[in-house]
């Protein structure tokens, strides 16, 4: 029995120490793999021969200084057959050596191994240099279709191989709504506003609140380029899915002002109000009483306050009405010849139609009823309260709460 221990303790002892050298041996041996100088992989290799990462390391070596990889990263295949990368890599080797079957077929058993992302990059990228129309399109779908971040180095090569942004929608883009909304605003940066605007239409109608801010940023930038009415398609679109806390701006049911009551902050997007940070102006949101502003005096002598975009139809009526209250007697001097006033503006310019309404000066709640036509080929306007002091009065100066804002349409313009 004592000698049964003694042996049972020096075979433990040995497969210690035997483990211990293993250890040692594959530390050493990953230590001159990262030295990543082409004789310390190699030293590697000759430790570990079946370490099929040590293999594609070289081979990755040999193709940086234009050697030939290819028997060394068929190794590292079959050392590791069911490793997609390394079968990428054998078939970008291969490739290079005009050997383009034997690439195909790694780059396709790279795809049947994975599911993911990267084999089916290659493949496309793969068939857009070897000129194959159909696979490239095949391809460049199930690469949408596995994506996650960054979409447009696809889309840059789709608008290579077809400028065309229908047949791109038509072939390579799948009916994921992240792909989607990526292409549209890929279409948008290259000018090609229509086939975005109509696409984002698409998407708007089916919107979820997570996808907020990416369609209300989509309504700034087709509001810059003047695509008035696909701005307020879509935007309308968010409001009936509340995925903006909106009522659609329809002052023939409703009201044409959008958070009108200003029981939201204003949020600077859409065809929400948005403040124009002003030297001497202060602006303060409260949700139970409305917008409140206070004029120091030291205000430029004229200055937008804030704003918002509103839809209109040409040659139509409409009253704009303003609930608000002064709570001092130091707005305007006795002349009344300087103060707050609302615009009424073509977007993207400064000039009114003749629709210029000031804000009373007298301390206490006020209701304001004011009436304006729409031009003839115009459908969208711009509302904006401003100070402006005229020649011999005083700056205003002083506090004014607004407490709502509403637009009705009235009927048609009927000439006499």
Known sequence: MRLVRQALLLLTFGLLLGGAYRSVRIAYADHLYRLGDSDSVARAIGMEPGRALYRA???????????????????????????????????????????????????????QISAKYAPRWTLMNYYYRRGVREEFWRWTRQALETSYRD???????????????????????????PVRLDYAWYLAT?????????????????????????LVGF???????????????????????????????????????????????????????????TDG??????????????????QPETCEILHQ???????????????????TSRLFNHLRAGGLEWRVQLPGTREPWRAIFNLSGEEGDHHDRHEFLAPRGVSMARLVLLHHRQRGAMKMEGDVLLKRVKLQHLGPFRAE
């Not at 400028?163 to 709504?177: G, H, M, T």
């Not at 696409?199 to 990416?214: S, T, V, Y």
């Not at 102006?281 to 030291?298: E, M």
Request: aromatic content about 8%; glycine content about 6%.
């Open 219 to 277: 309504v700034d930038a087709l509001l810059n380029v003047k695509l008035f009415p696909q701005a307020t398609a879509v935007w309308n679109s968010l409001a009936r899915r509340s995925v903006v806390p909106f009522d659609p701006p329809e002052p023939k049911t409703g009201s044409g002002i959008t958070n009108g009551d200003f029981a939201s902050p204003p949020s600077a997007h859409g065809f929400d109000w948005r403040i124009v940070p």
């Open 309 to 327: 975009y509103f839809p209109v139809e040409p040659l139509q009526y409409y009253r704009l009405e303003c609930d608000y209250q002064n709570s």
């Open 151 to 177: 979409r447009r180095p696809v889309f840059d090569l789709c608008w290579a191989m077809s400028p065309s942004p229908a047949v791109i929608l038509d072939r390579a883009v799948p009916a994921r709504r």
């Open 281 to 298: 102006v202060f602006i303060a949101h409260d949700p139970a009483r409305g917008l409140s502003l206070s004029l120091s005096g030291t």
């Open 57 to 111: 390391g070289l081979g990755e070596l040999l193709a940086s200084s234009a050697g030939d990889a290819r028997a060394t990263l068929r190794k590292s295949v079959e050392l590791s057959p069911s490793d997609a990368n390394l079968r990428i890599r054998l078939g970008l080797e291969l490739e290079t050596w005009g050997e383009f079957a034997e690439a195909e077929r790694e780059l396709l058993a790279s795809a």
């Open 190 to 214: 290259r000018g090609e506003w229509t086939t975005a605007a109509a696409l984002m239409k698409d998407l708007a109608r089916e919107a979820h609140p997570g996808e907020q801010d990416r």
